[in-house]
């Protein structure tokens, strides 16, 4: 019931904000603080729910509610939260309710404040929603209802270019999201069953091998698209250069995991035999991505841009990790998701401020010496780089080192030899994209300050912008230096997951 | 059905046919309506018309409509009526009752009179003296309201028919009114009289595709009745040749009706043409008429050959499918835009078809009440959009409608997004519907062309809300005019169009209900 609640405040919240604004919450400020509110409350429940989430079993599917919707075309209302889906749960309360907090100080400019905080409320409906979904079609509503909203922010609140970004966005994720339905329907039509858990169990029982298979590449072009897996990113670095810092925390922080987390949850459980096929494949775009992200990001003149596409290179690793269809490298694969959604929030936050206080994103304008001129920034941002090109200790080292183990040693029906050169290319990727974020850190935070910037003042992070990136700082570290707090949650559910009892 | 027999025939008598009437009453006290209003045409006074032709049409088609229910409460209805010649049962009653209600939802935008529609007199000349007069007169045409009631007695007719003489009928009865009521747009007059030329010709020329059709098929059978030729076929009596052309054109002929592609062409330019209302009847009621018969006839008649026609069909619907959403891609105006849109749910819905089951039937039913009602509220919203001369129906014109009157604008995005499909909006569940059951009948590939060509169409819906909320308005831009009629028919549709989103339980059990026997034949 804990879950039920969870989904229904956000909603109750975006349908209150349709009364008329003359009555109810008049003024921008009050609207901001009911956003706060609002999501601390959802945030509040999430915890809940992990305070009361039974950790001795958490590869049990707990808390479920399970009801009949429309029976004709067995679409169930059924929730329930395990060892995968709870860090995802709580990971989207929160960072939804850091966006709220960041916006009250620093709202963007584009549109009306009611229709953005509705907007990002229904957002998060839809986000909570595909992580607790346990019926296909229901999984598949919530991941749908994302993207309008998501379209209506990046269109809206954008930046110069936001409506190409919006069009590219929703086009290619409606693209994906049809071929997922397919591959949705094929699996339900032939197991007669929609429901996750129950599928789960058979492992691919009653589906014939080249079900499996369709299916398997159905369901995952579909969600690739999410991912995103090279080579059906494109949508991606214009989308999150465009939106604004809210949309874009959003977008990579949970977004990008709903794509993973259905590879995850279902295309590898309800067709394993699909999944060996294909995995060796997945794992080359997988890699790919890797380099590819890796490589663009040195090319990239834009802060944001360039964050965009190292989320192309870390989500390369977390599919790497998928691939290998290992408990540990599935395991790598979730951690990478949580830490990706810490980290790259927090280096969308601040890509925010130093726009916000440079006026550009572009590298050669922003000069060099932030540490300098704006010390308290820059230490953030290096934090921020350092824990992305995963530097052991901070979150980032784990989902990658993880999924290059899993790589080593892949699942027995997989060529061994095929994932040893992917780990070693994936390996290359890793020292690349610690390349490409120091020269990031070479080029903004040290050196001299520009001599037309020598005199500008710029102003010190305010609380709420601390608000928003400390809670980020501190889990990075949490998460990096204690691992086992997620992985003991993965690796039961995982195994369950995975057919290894 | 029974007391055919009863009557023995003295040589030279004529036997008198047997006709369940409350079995037929819906289409009965339509028809009668509809000549009624004619004799209201002929005897009442001009002032007085228009306050009597409402109401009778509404009377009338509300009465059909609780006939219907009623007809499908009390028995499970599964039986042969008028000599064989129409069939009663669970499909006919629920297309029936869903052009009924669709046709009352039309009514409203055709009735309303704050915003004419029709021409003053259809006789006089766009731009003659003629036509001065009878503008300034302030005529109104009244004919329409008979016209109308025709089609849709036609339209009810169609679907319910079980042998093809009579579908012939049908088809003539629903399409002649409708040929009539496409000429008498008030504005774009030109325009409005081209498309109702267009219409009819190709119109004929698609009938006498579908009699020489039923030529054959008799040729084939010795009977027109769609069992009989059911059961040769199934016997697999020679004339293999005869009985193929004859499925060929009597398909081209149906096709032509719901505009599949390749025989799509009228449609764009008729719904442009046509006075909005006429287009919502269109888009809406004869829509779901033409599905009814051609399910019918492939359910029924061909049921047998399924594995000769089914590759066709195929073929049809994912051409239907692409082109539809491809074309719609570069439109401007509103209207064509839809009309194409139309083109490519007609091939959406033929994949239902194509599954012939059960559930591709129900699947398929639903669909058609769902589609309906979202498309007539989508041309109610268009004939709200207007300016000087008439509707706003160029794209450019809606830019930045959203800031102007957000709540129309809106609306029209909700229709829009439940044309694409987006969950929580009856387009979904309906296309949900039918695709499952095409997968369930084999039919994956033409699924997955289905879901590509949904997402192109999604294109050019997110075109229009671009247009309306994300651009800049102009400075003379349409006004949004809300009267009450118009405005009920919008709710009407916004309502069903979210209820069968959210909560599609009922229907869809009414849909499966209807749809367990199957036709009878």
Known sequence: ?501 | MSAGVHIIAAPGDIPAPHIEYGQLAPMLIVFGVAVLGVLVEALAGRPWRYRIQVPLAFAGLLAAFVWTIVLAWRHEPFHVAAMGALGVDGPTLFLQGTILVLALVSLLLIAERSAAHFTAQASALPGSEAEQQSMSAGITQTEIFPLMMFAVGGMLMFPASNDLLTMFVALEVLSLPLYLLCGLARRRRLLSQEAAVKYFLLGAFSSAFFLYGAALLYGYAGSVRLSDISAQAGQGAGGETLLLAGIALLSVGLLFKLGAVPFHMWKPDVYQGAPTPITALMASCTLVSAFGALLRVYYVGFETLRWDWRPAMWGVAIITMVVGAVVAITQTDIKRMLAYSSIAHAGFLLTGVVATSRQGLSGTLFYLAAYGFTTIGAFAVVTMVRDAGGEAAHLSRWAGLGRRSPVIAGVFAFFLLAMAGIPLTSGFTGKFAVFSAAVDGGATPLVVVGVLASAIAAFFYVRVIVVMFFSDPEADGPSVVVSPATATAVALGLTVTVVLGVLPQPVLDLAGTAASQMFVR
Not at chain 1, 90 to 110: D, N
Not at chain 1, 130 to 156: G, K, N, R
Not at chain 1, 435 to 458: I, K, M, N, S
Not at chain 1, 470 to 476: G, N, R, Y
Request: glycine share 12%; with cysteine.
């Open chain 1, 1 to 501: 019931m804990i879950l039920l609640v969870t989904l229904a405040v956000p909603l109750a919240g975006a349908l209150l904000l349709l009364l008329p604004g003359a009555r109810f919450l008049p003024g921008d400020a009050a609207v901001r603080r009911y956003g706060v509110a609002v999501s601390g409350v959802t945030l509040l429940l999430a915890l809940v729910t992990a305070a009361v989430f039974d950790h001795g079993e958490p590869h049990r599917m707990q808390q479920g509610v399970d009801w009949a919707w429309a029976p004709a075309i067995d679409l169930r209302f059924h929730l329930g939260v395990d060892g995968v889906s709870l860090p995802l749960v709580v990971l989207t309360a929160l960072l939804t309710f850091l966006c709220f907090v960041h916006m009250v100080r620093h709202p963007p400019s584009g549109g009306p404040a009611r229709l953005l905080t509705a907007l990002v409320l229904v957002l998060e409906v839809g986000m909570l929603g595909t992580f607790l979904a346990l019926d296909l079609l229901l999984f598949f509503v919530f991941f749908e209802v994302v993207l309008i909203p998501m379209y209506v922010v990046i269109a809206l609140w954008g930046g110069a270019g936001r409506r190409a970004a919006a069009y590219k966005f929703i086009l290619y994720t409606l693209l994906g999201s049809g071929v997922l339905l397919v591959g949705l329907l094929l699996v339900a039509v032939n197991a007669g069953t929609l429901d996750m858990v129950a599928l789960a169990e058979r492992h691919g029982g009653g589906l014939s091998r080249g079900v499996q298979i369709t299916a398997f590449v159905l369901i995952g072009l579909g969600l690739a698209v999410k991912v995103p897996m090279w080579p059906l990113h494109t949508w991606l670095p214009d989308a999150h250069t465009e939106a604004p810092t809210v949309g874009s925390v959003l977008l990579a922080g949970v977004l990008l995991k709903m794509g993973t987390y259905g590879f995850v949850r279902i295309a590898l459980p309800v067709a394993p035999e699909g999944a060996q096929v294909w995995a060796p494949w997945l794992g080359l775009l997988a890699v790919i991505g890797i380099v590819y992200g890796a490589l663009a990001c040195l090319a990239q003149r834009d802060l944001k841009r360039l964050i965009a596409y190292s989320s192309v290179g870390h989500m390369g690793f977390v599919l790497l990790g998928i691939a290998t269809l290992t408990p540990v490298g599935v395991n790598a694969a979730l951690f990478g998701n949580i830490a990706h959604g810490l980290i790259t929030g927090l280096l969308f936050f601040l890509a925010g401020a130093v726009k916000e206080r440079y006026g550009t994103g572009d590298l050669a304008a922003l000069g060099g010496g932030m540490l300098t001129s704006a010390p308290r920034l820059a230490a953030f941002l290096t934090f921020a780089s350092v824990a992305s090109l995963g530097l052991p200790g901070l979150a980032g080292f784990w989902g990658e080192m993880l999924a290059l183990l899993g790589a080593y040693r892949p699942d027995g029906g997989l060529p061994r030899e095929t994932f040893v050169t992917f780990m070693a290319v994936g390996a290359l990727g890793a020292v690349l994209t610690a390349a490409y974020f120091l020269r990031l850190l070479a080029r903004v935070t040290h050196g001299p300050v520009a001599e037309d910037r020598r005199d500008a003042v710029l102003p010190a992070p305010t609380s709420s912008e601390y608000a928003a990136w400390v809670p980020l700082v501190i889990l990075t570290l949490l998460v990096g230096l204690w691992p086992k707090l997620l992985l003991d949650l993965t690796t039961a559910p995982v195994r369950t997951l995975l057919g290894g009892g």
